[in-house]
């Protein structure tokens, strides 16, 4: 199936989907938007409700007066559910591929149970069980100078037993003194406050608020311009193609989670 195909078919899935979700909030066969669009499930499924619901009119699925609906200003608006939309139903998954034996593949519920004996070990007279040779632990442990091999470098040469240099020191009184010489050592030098800022690029953008382009010009597959902030694309749409893109306004589209304002930018190819 390829590329528009199957952007198609998921627009004709979300508008069947979207007769059931109606049937279930209104308990028949109409609801209000205001009821719609305040369901959870709905809110989880729907990334751009409006749109759905043009699609499922268009296919004659289901009624509503007007053309943009918006929160709070339409909630009273009703949306009925045309005899055509409730016997609707989405198409089930496609089923998995058959095996060579004729059956089809399952995927296992847990994984088999392997017993495998590591390089070292050796079963043990009782042959239900397995004996570990844990003698490499003694290799790197058997002798104490080993524990203080790499700090002493890290300390530096001295004079008797390896040394730990250690960034906090007990005293006899019983308190830590913690030694932050390695703070001065990162930081003394002012110019390694801003060596990362003197990296970055000094590009400036035009203000949102003041130049507008068309979705067209703002499309990710479109050569962006060379002043728009490419964080902020759908910022720079008019408010009345804000609202014909996204199906709500630019100030209920803030109030979505993160994740949300990313999956509709991406579906509208803004991000």
């Known amino acids: 199936m390829d590329e528009a195909a199957a952007v198609l078919k998921a627009s004709d899935d979300e508008a069947r989907r979207i007769c059931q979700e109606i049937r279930r909030i209104g308990g028949a066969d109409r609801v209000t938007f205001g009821e719609l669009v305040k369901d959870e499930i709905v809110e989880q499924t729907f990334e751009a409700l409006m749109g759905t619901l043009k699609a499922a009119r268009k296919k004659g699925f289901i009624t509503f007066e007007g053309e943009l609906l918006l929160m709070g200003k339409h909630d009273a608006t009703v949306i009925s559910v045309t005899p055509e939309g409730a016997s609707a139903e989405p198409e089930p998954p496609a089923p998995a591929p058959a095996t060579a034996t004729g059956g089809y593949a399952e995927a296992p519920t847990e994984a088999p149970a392997v017993r495998k004996a590591s390089k070292s070990s050796n079963r043990s007279d009782d042959s239900s069980k397995f004996h570990v040779d844990m003698s490499y632990i003694n290799h790197r442990t058997g002798e104490v100078d080993r524990l203080e091999g790499r700090k002493s470098v890290l300390a530096g040469k001295v004079d008797g037993p390896a040394v730990a240099h250690s960034a906090s020191v007990k005293h006899e009184d019983g308190k830590w003194k913690v030694d932050t010489s390695y703070i001065g050592h990162r930081t003394g030098d002012t110019a390694n406050l801003t060596r990362k800022e003197d990296k970055t690029d000094d590009a400036e953008f035009a203000d949102p608020s003041e130049k507008k382009f068309s979705h067209q010009e703002l499309k990710v597959s479109s050569a962006k311009p060379p002043d728009v902030d490419p964080a902020k694309r759908e910022q720079y749409l008019s408010a009345s193609d804000f609202e014909s893109i996204f199906g709500m306004s630019f100030a209920e589209f803030q109030k ?14 803004l991000f």
């Open 256 to 269: 979505l989670p993160k994740w949300k304002q990313q999956n509709a930018k991406k579906a509208k190819e």
